[in-house]
């Protein structure tokens, strides 16, 4: 039986932000009641809940959202338990490694890494002091030319995110802030992540779907 599972975080007024970014808006623009129909305005940072950061994150020039191609929506997936690692803790390249082995899966073009730390239940202060990949771990990702990974933490790295500096030059893309990936934890399935067509934009917030077989 086939089995969908949602990796999204939910967006509301709650919605924990990286430091310096605003809290998401969601006003109501129309109600039921006065006008016939509901609807929302929604105000908020790209890199809002769980989203796809583009290569022009970070590199002048670089393919934005909207050029990203939809190759990259699609792809084989396996995720990694890092849920041990403690607030600030750094994942060695060895690590990743080890738990790739233990799997026996050997990911290159066409999937996604992720990486569980199961950080989508964490908020309050904590939820900025996240562990995060070594430099040593992006360059071992760039070399299996994967196409994107996948977190459940803000960021796969701290200033002066080397990580991103290291993958998004290579088309790798990031995704971060998803969530429930500890339902899919050490198992390979296939991923769906879609990113809103934002002209332009540095990034996307996604609707991120499992579909374990
Ligand atoms: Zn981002």
């Keep these: 039986m086939i089995k969908l599972i949602d990796l999204t975080m939910k967006i509301s007024r709650?919605?924990?932000?990286?430091?310096?970014?605003?809290?998401?808006i969601?006003?109501?623009?129309?109600?039921?009641?006065?006008?016939?129909?509901?609807?929302?305005?929604?105000?908020?940072v790209e890199h809002t809940g769980t989203h796809m950061d583009s290569p022009a994150h970070f590199i002048e020039g670089a393919p934005t959202i909207d050029e990203i191609s939809p190759e990259k929506f699609f792809a084989k997936a396996v995720t990694l338990d890092f849920a041990k690692k403690?607030?600030?803790e750094v994942v060695a390249e060895r690590e990743v490694d080890d738990a790739?082995?233990?799997?026996?899966?050997?990911?290159?073009?066409?999937?996604?890494?992720?990486?569980?730390?199961?950080?989508?239940?964490?908020r309050g202060e904590e939820w900025v002091r996240y562990p995060y990949l070594s430099d040593g771990v992006a360059e071992m990702i760039k070399s299996m030319g994967v196409e994107g990974i996948g977190i459940d933490t803000p960021s796969p790295d701290i200033a002066p995110f080397n990580v991103h500096k290291i993958l998004l030059p290579e088309s790798i893309v990031i995704v971060e802030n998803m969530s429930n990936l500890?339902?899919?934890?050490?198992?390979?399935?296939?991923?769906?992540?879609?990113?809103?067509?934002?002209?332009?934009?540095?990034?996307?917030?996604?609707?991120a779907i499992a579909r374990l077989a």
Excluded: C
């Design 26 to 44: 969601i006003h109501r623009w129309t109600s039921l009641k006065e006008e016939g129909y509901y609807s929302n305005m929604i105000f908020m």
């Design 100 to 122: 790739l082995n233990r799997l026996d899966v050997n990911p290159g073009r066409g999937w996604y890494i992720l990486f569980r730390f199961g950080w989508d239940t964490v």
């Design 86 to 88: 403690k607030p600030g």
């Design 14 to 24: 709650e919605t924990p932000v990286f430091p310096g970014y605003p809290q998401p």
């Design 182 to 207: 500890g339902m899919v934890v050490n198992r390979v399935f296939e991923l769906a992540v879609l990113p809103i067509k934002i002209s332009r934009g540095s990034a996307a917030p996604v609707r």
